[in-house]
């Protein structure tokens, strides 16, 4: 029997290496460079801009002159960061605070829309198109849309409830520190609602209807039928939703670039960055560490997401890779 | 940053948009490399840079990037071109951009001459070794220039990088037809001061401030710290040498801090751009701001009644004798590929001809060359030639006299958070301080 | 019929009969929030038509004496929106090329063959999607104004300040989440198809171009709708990487008109319009694979 057994597994590995030889000298050169390339090019813009910022963290420099200025100082950049910067805490609660209302605000009523879209009302498709809209206008765009609708003299809001600096009480909806973040997160919300509703009709469609119809007809109400059979449902979209809304919170940056380039109440990490390196700042060792904390931060996400991924993932492909002619 | 001019986009012909459809999947590396070739020799209708120039063209990177100034630049080469037959290729970028990017643009593939202001902005290039000295140029300026303005062009090793276009005062600026129907009067100390900011806030036209863009503060700043502590002072606490944190720092932010009540609502609301207007429709009443606020009146009656005065006096010590007036001009890239005709255009920028060509079309400066005509200066221009003129010390403003690091990421914050919360001044210039060491000291 | 049926369907009308209240609830709240959803476009679209002379007069909040198309002229002329429209094709269009190209090629290897790799890869690619675009700044724009490119690729002689260096970082940073769905969509076309080419003695490169690349055309044409939208809205890496102004694509270009000396927020509203337009009617015309792009990534196939 073991010899027979051995045998086997014998073959099945003569197999298998029989099938991977199987690939000719042009065929092993074309997966070469199928792969190579774009391996290459990531590799070479991203991960290694990405090590090289985590080094360059550790230094003090500005930029101009060859690399032979750079100046090698420890964790003095994160000392100062987390010490005497002044924007640095501010703005990690201000994306904590992002991620807040993204979370807790938008995402569900991104999730409140699918499912009130997917009962297949009259005029589904208009509404749908309606609140999907803003998804596909560049933040940018959104940013200077909505500050059309936030300016204290001739904005919408203000003209409309009669509070500009003419009428007296104005409300500074962007320029006052304590209400400018979440005037900025209503339109950021607004998007990214419009985001999750997609996913989340997608998610919808593909429950199984026999599930609702159980559920309906235990003569619960529409909310107990939602949070028992509905939304455990739909728990591979949720986990893709989380990381999302998380990425989106940390990636948060070109909205309140336009608004006022990230200053008075409207800091995040990303701004902070930028304002390091780009600019006549030019700190980059500085910037490098505030990049590389939003690098650490980003990283929890990004790994949930990959797991995740292929936790299933495995399971196709050693489905695929073990299977016989 | 500071922004003397207002940025604004090139008029130059409209392309046409050509949405083809995604059917270029396969489309192969050299079509695509032809089309970059394409466009880089095909030229829209304003701008093209050459890394290699043909023989007697020389390039030039500006940012003078809205109208009148772009047109004013503009004359000013042709006339160049005129009388020196070296053509010119122009480069514009719009104002803010060009700034922000300075450090990568010297460092890529610069043009041979570009625009940028006196200062110590100015020197730190220098010292990084980003230009080229031109003292020869000098030898004929030298006699057309005041001492001052000789030694606002020298880099800190003693030798000449920079010429200088034209200068522009930082006043108080006001309508004196609003003046005469309320029945204001011109302050000279800060008690009147004071007292002109408070009636005028009560008559429902309060004096303007707005700190929007970050950098308009830093010349209120600038003002009261050189009217209170002198300007050696000031200039030692540009150049890191003097404390934050004591006690001379701290009266600044005290004597601003009367102010503040008095200003507009909104101040972080607000962009300067909103401010002028404000001042040109008389629901602000004075505007401590650079005299390109005129660019904002496009009410010709308003523009042509528009005046200052100087910032008063608030230590008889040093009564009024500082004004600051921040230079434009050129320098020269030490990547200049045109070395000889960088070196023409240079020169024919620093003389007289050059400053009137450009003042002729926009009058909201001041020539920096004493043999500049005046003949054509209207109003405006003759009391801010008086000013500039009569100054014993001339600063830059804060973001040229400093290092750009501590001006945009330091200062710009902290200017912001005192009007936020004026009445934290000490743990404020605790942390200015600490950030000053922190980046000075490297 | 059984009793059990007829209660439940007296029960199914009962719901019905209760069920019209909260219909019609349903319905105002949702055209409601359609209103409001729409109100921050529909003003930008309305300011727009304005001319800057009647909102100067009568206000924002007004009923217009006029509209015309002025603002959208000036817009046009003042920000240079023309060209800045085909910087951004020439940037858009072969990005997308390649992203796909890239993407499915990588696809193609990790779901037909049965390499080691493979699956480490994958979590390469897509972990690289997923990264802040602050994180890799600096370096990458340091290395930017190293790499040296010849003339008639690049006018700045540079990486930096050139088409080929924006379509290169876009290309980059987009290739991961096409890799993770095609990979994905590929898996599920059955692999007796290539098989069979195989044994035909087809190569790898005729099986993915002959076979496997024509089968995932809806996949490609959904993806090729989100990433045009994606990569035409980039906003960092264009002012980032790009210095000169004439070369941006059209949403970096977008702080040419702020503080524009007017503040005119009409010619500004102008502006926003147009900018969005394109990927607004990409959006219209496409909404069906735009879709399906998204839910095809979200999930898994």
């Known amino acids: 029997m073991a010899i027979d057994i051995a045998a086997d597994r014998q073959t099945d590995g003569v197999r298998r290496r029989r099938r991977a030889v199987r690939l000719s000298v042009r065929d092993r050169i074309a997966v070469a460079v199928m792969v190579g390339v774009p391996l290459v090019v990531v590799g070479g813009l991203i991960w290694f801009p990405t090590f090289a910022s985590v080094a360059l963290s550790f230094t003090s420099w500005d930029g101009i002159g060859g690399l032979g200025t750079i100046k090698w100082v420890g964790t003095e950049n994160y000392q100062q960061i987390a010490e005497i910067y002044p924007p640095f805490w501010p703005a990690f609660r201000h994306n904590l605070i992002w991620l807040g209302f993204l979370a807790l605000i938008a995402t569900p009523f991104g999730l409140l829309l699918a499912y009130q879209l997917d009962k297949r009302i009259r005029g589904t498709r208009v509404y749908q198109s309606i609140f999907f809209l803003p998804v596909v206008l560049s933040l940018a765009i959104i940013g200077f849309i909505w500050q059309l609708v936030y300016s204290p003299d001739q904005g919408l809001i203000n003209n409309v409830i009669g509070r500009t600096s003419q009428s007296g009480h104005l409300i500074d909806w962007l320029g006052d520190s304590s209400i400018n973040l979440w005037a900025v997160l209503v339109a950021a919300g607004w998007r990214h609602a419009g985001y999750i509703m997609i996913l989340y009709l997608a998610g919808l469609k593909s429950i199984d209807p026999s599930l609702r119809e159980a559920a309906a007809i235990d003569g619960a109400g529409e909310w107990h039928a939602f949070r028992t059979v509905i939304f455990p449902a739909l728990r591979p979209i949720n986990i893709v939703v989380v990381v999302i809304t998380v990425i989106e919170a940390l990636r948060a940056f070109d909205i309140v670039y336009i608004v006022n380039r990230g200053r008075n109440g409207l800091e995040l990490l990303s701004i902070l960055v930028t304002d390091n390196i780009i600019g006549e700042a030019s700190r980059i060792g500085y910037g490098s560490a505030l990049g590389a904390i939003l690098l650490v931060i980003s990283i929890v996400p990004i790994v949930v997401f990959v797991w995740n991924s292929f936790e299933e993932k495995n399971v196709r492909v050693f489905r695929f890779t073990g299977r016989r002619t | 940053m500071s922004e003397p001019r207002p940025p604004s986009p090139d008029p130059a012909g409209a392309g046409n948009n050509a949405l083809t459809r995604r059917g270029l999947l396969y489309s192969g590396a050299a079509g695509v490399a032809a089309v970059y070739g394409l466009k880089s020799t095909s030229g829209s209708a304003a701008v093209r840079r050459l890394t290699r120039s043909a023989a007697g063209t020389v390039t030039v990177g500006s940012n003078y990037s809205d109208a009148i100034p772009k047109k004013a630049f503009a004359a000013t080469l042709k006339k160049f071109t005129q009388t020196s037959g070296v053509s010119v290729k122009l480069n514009s970028v719009d104002h803010n951009t060009f700034q922000e990017q300075i450090n990568s643009y010297l460092q890529g593939q610069p043009q041979d001459v570009f625009t940028w202001f006196a200062g110590y902005r100015m020197q730190f290039f220098a010292q990084r070794n980003l230009l080229t000295p031109i003292d020869d140029v000098w030898e004929k300026l030298k006699p057309q220039f005041s001492p001052a303005l000789q030694a606002a062009s020298k880099g800190l090793d003693g030798k000449y990088y920079f010429v200088p276009l034209y200068n522009y005062p930082w006043a108080v600026f006001y309508r004196p037809s609003l003046f005469k129907e309320k029945g204001y009067t011109v302050p000279k100390t800060w008690d009147q001061f004071i007292a002109l900011a408070k009636k005028m806030k009560a008559d429902g036209n309060p004096m303007v401030f707005t700190d929007k863009d970050g950098w308009p503060a830093m010349g209120t700043f600038d003002y009261i710290n050189m009217r209170t502590n002198g300007y050696d002072f000031h200039v030692r606490l540009m150049a890191g040498k003097e404390a934050w944190d004591g006690a001379k720092v701290k009266a600044v932010f005290d004597h601003w801090r009367e102010l503040l009540p008095h200003y507009n609502d909104g101040i972080l609301g607000k962009t300067w751009q909103e401010g002028g207007t404000d001042l040109q429709n008389k629901k602000g009443g004075m505007y401590v701001l650079g005299s390109f606020v005129g660019i904002q009146f496009t009410d010709k009656a308003a523009h042509d009644e528009l005046t200052f005065f100087a910032f008063p006096q608030i230590n008889p010590k040093w009564g009024q004798d500082s004004v600051e007036a921040p230079i434009d001009g050129f320098l020269m890239s030490k990547k200049a590929k045109n070395v000889d005709e960088a070196k023409k255009l240079m020169g024919f920028l620093g003389t007289a001809t050059a400053a009137e060509t450009y003042l002729a079309t926009d009058p909201n400066d001041v020539a920096t060359n004493k043999r500049a005509s005046t003949k054509k200066y209207n109003a405006l221009q003759k009391k801010a030639q008086k000013l500039i003129g009569g100054a014993k010390h001339i600063s830059q403003f804060m973001d040229r006299d400093t290092r750009p690091d501590f001006a945009s990421t330091v200062m710009i914050p902290a200017l912001q958070q005192f009007i936020n919360k004026p009445d934290d001044v000490a743990s404020l210039v605790k942390n200015i301080e600490k950030q000053k060491k922190a980046i000075f000291g490297q | ?301």
């Not at chain 3, 980039?234 to 941006?248: E, H, N, P, Q, Y």
Request: proline share 5%; net charge positive; with cysteine.
């Open chain 3, 1 to 301: 019929m059984t009793s059990a049926t007829v209660a439940a369907s007296r029960r199914r009308a009962v719901r019905r009969r209760r069920v019209h209240l909260p219909r019609v609830g349903l319905h105002v709240f949702l055209i409601a929030t359609a209103v409001v959803w729409l109100a921050p476009i529909l003003w930008a679209v309305f300011t727009s038509l304005r001319p800057y002379a009647d909102t100067n007069e009568h206000g924002y909040v007004s009923f217009p004496h006029s509209l015309s198309f002025t603002n959208y002229k000036n817009a046009w002329i003042q920000g240079d929106i023309g060209t800045h429209f085909v910087n951004s094709i020439i940037i858009t269009l072969p990005a997308i090329a390649l992203v796909l190209l890239f993407a499915a090629s990588v696809a193609f290897v990790v779901s037909r063959l049965s390499f080691w790799f493979n699956v480490p890869m994958l979590i390469f690619f897509m972990a690289a999607n997923l990264l802040p675009q602050q994180v890799i700044l600096t370096p990458l724009y340091r290395m930017y104004l190293e790499i040296p490119l010849p003339t008639w690729m690049s006018d700045s002689g540079l990486m930096y300040d050139s088409y080929i260096g924006l379509i290169a970082i876009n290309v980059a940073f987009q290739t991961g989440f096409c890799t993770f769905v095609l990979s994905n969509y590929m898996k599920t076309i059955p692999s007796t198809l290539n098989e069979a080419a195989r044994v035909d003695g087809a190569g790898i490169v005729r099986q993915f171009f002959g076979i496997i690349l024509p089968l995932c055309k809806p996949a490609l044409a959904a993806l090729a709708t989100l990433e045009f939208t994606w990569i035409y809205n980039d906003f960092l890496w264009a002012i980032v990487l790009m210095s000169t102004g004439d070369k941006r694509p059209i949403t970096s270009s977008i702080t040419n008109l702020q503080g524009v000396y007017f503040t005119d927020t009409n010619l500004i509203s102008a502006a926003a319009v147009m900018i969005a337009l394109p990927t607004i009617v990409v959006f219209a015309l496409l909404q069906k694979q735009f879709v399906s792009g998204l839910t095809l990534g979200a999930s898994k196939g």
